[in-house]
């Protein structure tokens, strides 16, 4: 038997701000938030209607965990790009990543919190 697809997903309330999640079944999921009930998500209740407006599948549970958590770091702009389909979740995480060595290669303070005496 093979393992369900996972997929990350992001989900605009009423007043214009995007929740972002991960699931095997978005669209069970999504219905779970609407509902507003105890499996639905806490952020969400009350903050309806609800839109599901970004979905995609990813290789497994460990690189969805990873995208969410990068992608609720994000600024807004970047969330809506995914939504207006102007990137992909794979490529802003790339980049992102590469921008992250490059600003922590060299410099005089590798570990900060070491003492130097």
């Known amino acids: 038997m093979s393992a369900k697809p996972w997929f990350l997903y992001l989900v605009r309330c009423r007043n214009g701000t995007l929740y ?17 009930g105890a499996k639905g998500a806490r952020y969400l209740r009350g903050k309806g ?12 549970r460990s690189e969805a965990s990873r995208f969410e958590v990068w992608l609720k770091k994000q600024p807004r702009k ?7 389909n102007q990137s992909t979740i794979q490529s802003l ?8 060595i490059v600003h922590n290669k060299g410099g005089d303070n590798e570990n900060p919190k070491e003492k130097t005496t």
Do not use: M, Y
Request: no cysteine; charged share 30%; proline share 2%.
């Open 20 to 36: 972002t999640g991960i699931s095997t079944d978005v669209q069970r999921r999504f219905e779970e938030h609407q509902q507003g």
């Open 49 to 60: 209607p609800l839109t599901l407006v970004f979905q995609v599948q990813v290789k497994d």
């Open 78 to 84: 970047v969330k809506e790009a995914l939504v207006l």
């Open 93 to 100: 995480f790339v980049d992102n990543e590469k921008n992250k």
